[in-house]
């Protein structure tokens, strides 16, 4: 067998045995999740009969209908403002080459770095003094400031690397402007990126826990997270309800990351290959 072969069988394994480890979960929240209450057999073992009895029931009783809406509100509004504003920061500093431009995108390149607690303490005196604990529009900037490092860095990247200038070009010869060049000619073609933009922050926003516990304490404004912890109680824990409840948020990231997987993956690939 060729180093080649073995090294593509390696591999293969390898997917193979990541693919398991996240499987794996998903399945035991399958069989956990269709079970009834009473029912203690092993997780492993999938029902012989379907109930929805957790799901109605996980339902009505944690309020889902409220915590989607406001998992909904807060991430799309966040992803909104990350896409729009994320984007129009990229493109001069891909396209003007200057210090002051460089200087800039490694700071926000070094922001990166920095982990998101470290700056709690301070994030929420600020936010007491100004009076927007329990505000969607609290949980939407905050996730805006957040995920912008991030969503700078990749949209720069796509666009030095993928969209020629050639056509900026062409637009400013025909008497077209900045902000025309960019929404008419540019942001068309970043439509891999902005799937990857899309797909990432959305999957972190809707599942925050750290930031939403503290900024929505209010059972109005809890997110789906918030909610789903609210089943854990100090002396008891009802692990079919959180299951189906977990399955049911699970669902939309899941039909978005399906919708756009295609999209999602190009625009990964395009910003690490010079065209």
Do not use: C
Request: glycine letters at 4%.
């Amino acid at each position: 067998m060729s180093t080649k072969t073995l090294n593509k069988w390696l591999l293969t394994i390898l997917a193979l045995v990541i693919s398991v480890v996240h499987i794996v979960p998903f399945y035991i929240l399958l069989t956990t999740a269709f079970k009834e209450t009473g029912d203690f057999s092993s997780k492993w073992l999938f029902p012989d009969y379907f109930t929805l009895s957790n799901f109605t029931e996980a339902w009505e009783r944690a309020n889902l209908l409220n915590a989607f809406t406001n998992t909904f509100i807060i991430t799309v509004g966040a992803a909104v403002l990350l896409i729009v504003f994320g984007s129009m920061a990229a493109y001069p500093l891909a396209r003007v080459k200057s210090k002051l431009n460089q200087f800039v995108f490694y700071l926000f390149v070094a922001i990166m770095v920095i982990p998101p607690l470290a700056a709690l303490v301070p994030l929420y005196n600020l936010v007491v003094r100004m009076g927007m604990i329990n505000t969607h529009e609290i949980a939407i900037l905050n996730n805006f400031a957040g995920f912008l490092p991030l969503t700078i860095f990749l949209y720069s990247g796509f666009i030095r690397s993928t969209i020629p200038k050639e056509l900026e070009e062409a637009a400013r010869i025909d008497g077209a402007g900045v902000m025309t060049i960019f929404f008419r000619i540019v942001f068309p073609l970043l439509r891999p990126v902005t799937a990857t933009v899309l797909i990432i922050s959305s999957i972190f926003i809707w599942n925050d826990y750290q930031f939403a516990i503290f900024f929505l304490q209010d059972s109005s404004v809890h997110t789906l997270t918030v909610t789903l912890s609210s089943f854990f109680g100090e002396n008891q824990s009802n692990l079919n309800l959180v299951a189906a409840a977990a399955l049911m948020a699970s669902l939309p990231m899941i039909v978005l990351f399906l919708l756009l997987q295609k999209q999602f993956i190009a625009g990964l690939s395009a910003g690490s290959v010079k065209g």
